[in-house]
C-alpha cells in the first residue's frame, strides 16, 4: 500500500527566511509520480510539481526547490526567502503508474505560517 | 481557460437529509476524481471515473454516498441520508490526457451535517 508521510504538522518563521517542508513515500510500485499541492486559505489546491520516480534530477523554479532522493524515500521541499504570501497548508502526494492516472494518496500536510 | 467548478460553496444540513454535490470539470478533461477532506487532513479519493465509467470506486461508502457522471463531463456526488461524520470539504479534480498526470481541484463544497 502506499503512504506518504509529513512529519512537520506546522512550521512558522520569520519572512525571509528559509524553509524545508518534509515528505517521506512509500510504495511498492517501481514506477510512481510525485507531488506537492498548496492549499491557501481560500481552500483550492494549487498543483506546484510533479516529479516521476525515474527522474532524480533536483528542480528550480523561482524561489522554490525540490530535492528528490529515492534512496531515502523523500521529496522535500524548499522555499528560499519566504514571504507572507507563502502562508498556506502545503501536501505533499503519490500516485502509482498504471497510466498514471490512479488517484493521489495525500500526506496530512505542513502548515506553513510565515510571519511578517 | 476555466478551472473545475463546483457548487455549492456551502452546504448546511441537518443529520438523514439529502445532499448532492455539482462539478463541472476543465473542458476536455476525461478523467475526474472526487476527494473527501477532512479537517486537519489530507485529500482522500472516493471516486474516479475515466469518461463516463467509474473505474475506481473501492473508497466510496456505497451505503450512503453514490455519483454519476452523465455523457462523461458534469457530476454529482450525492450522500443520503448525511450522518454527523460526513461533514467535510468534497472536492473534484480533473486530468486531461494521460501524459499529463497533474490534477486540477475545484474550491470544493464545504458540508456541514448538524
Known amino acids: 500500500a502506499q503512504k506518504v508521510t509529513q512529519a512537520q504538522t506546522e512550521i512558522s518563521v520569520v519572512e525571509k527566511e528559509d524553509v524545508t517542508l518534509d515528505c517521506v513515500y512509500e510504495?511498492?510500485?517501481?514506477?510512481?509520480?510525485l507531488f506537492w499541492y498548496k492549499q491557501p486559505p481560500s481552500g483550492e489546491l494549487v498543483f506546484l510539481i510533479r516529479r516521476n520516480s525515474f527522474d532524480e534530477q533536483n528542480e528550480i523554479s523561482g524561489r522554490y526547490s525540490w530535492n528528490f532522493q529515492k534512496s531515502t524515500s523523500s521529496f522535500n521541499f524548499t522555499i528560499t526567502a519566504s514571504q507572507v504570501v507563502d502562508s498556506a497548508v502545503y501536501f505533499c502526494?503519490?500516485?502509482?503508474?498504471?497510466?498514471?492516472?490512479?488517484?493521489?494518496?495525500f500526506g496530512k500536510g505542513t502548515h506553513l505560517i510565515i510571519q511578517p | 481557460e476555466a478551472g473545475v467548478v463546483q457548487s455549492p460553496r456551502y452546504k448546511i444540513i441537518e443529520k438523514k437529509q439529502p445532499v448532492a454535490f455539482w462539478c463541472n470539470p476543465i473542458?476536455?478533461?476525461?478523467?475526474l476524481y472526487w476527494y473527501r477532506q477532512n479537517l486537519g487532513q489530507g485529500p482522500e479519493l472516493l471516486i474516479r471515473y475515466e469518461n463516463e465509467e467509474a473505474v475506481d470506486d473501492s473508497q466510496l461508502p456505497k451505503d450512503r454516498f453514490s455519483a454519476e457522471r452523465l455523457k462523461g463531463v458534469d457530476s454529482t456526488l450525492k450522500i443520503q441520508p448525511a450522518e454527523l461524520g460526513d461533514s467535510a470539504v468534497y472536492l473534484c479534480a480533473s486530468r486531461g490526457s494521460r501524459v499529463s498526470h497533474e490534477q486540477y481541484f475545484g474550491p470544493g463544497t464545504r458540508l456541514t451535517v448538524t
Open positions: 510504495t511498492r510500485d517501481t514506477t510512481y509520480y
Open positions: 473542458s476536455g478533461h476525461n478523467t
Open positions: 502526494a503519490l500516485s502509482e503508474a498504471r497510466g498514471g492516472a490512479d488517484g493521489l494518496t
